[in-house]
């Protein structure tokens, strides 16, 4: 099976911007990369490209290299390597290959200041707080039905020993 490594770059400057891995269509890749964007995905890939949408633009892609899938890695890290030292301002967040534990430089620097003072930074993750959120916001709106609604104070719930309703 093959891997097809690709740039994206800017339509009107021609800088690679982004450099990707697929094995599928490189052209169903870029799709799902806009689509994500549109979407609202957080990352300075997407930001970009969403930067591109507002002016009604589309990223210019260029298939850089098919090559076999045991050295897609190292192939998608020396395209990323080279394109950063011609000068391109890439929206990788890693030197390539798997995963996102060999962050560049420049994304620690951001995550740190972007975590800096917050208490949760290494604690759950957004979508277990969210979770959370959410139980919590029903647990209020039990709380109404129950205590509320029926004028009855229990001593020994959260809600109503913050006087929330009363």
Not at 84 to 96: F, I, S, Y
């Amino acid at each position: 099976m093959t891997t097809s490594i690709y740039g994206l770059s800017d339509p009107v400057t021609h800088e690679f911007r982004y450099v990707g891995k697929t094995v599928g269509l490189v052209s169903k890749r870029v799709y799902r990369h806009i689509r994500e964007a549109e979407n609202g995905f957080d990352g300075h890939k997407a930001r970009w490209l969403r930067k591109l949408l507002v002016r009604n633009l589309r990223p210019e892609v260029t298939l850089l290299e098919i090559c076999s899938d045991s050295v897609w890695e190292q192939a998608e890290k020396l395209w990323i390597a080279t394109l950063k030292r011609a000068g391109n301002n890439l929206t990788n967040e890693t030197h390539g290959g798997r995963g996102v534990s060999n962050h560049l430089p420049e994304a620690r620097a951001k995550i740190s200041k972007a975590n800096l003072g917050n208490r949760n930074a290494r604690g759950p993750r957004m979508g277990e707080t969210k979770r959370r959120l959410k139980l919590k916001g029903l647990a209020v709106g039990l709380h109404f039905r129950w205590h509320v609604n029926r004028s009855k104070h229990n001593p020994h719930c959260e809600f109503c020993q913050k006087g929330l309703g009363f």
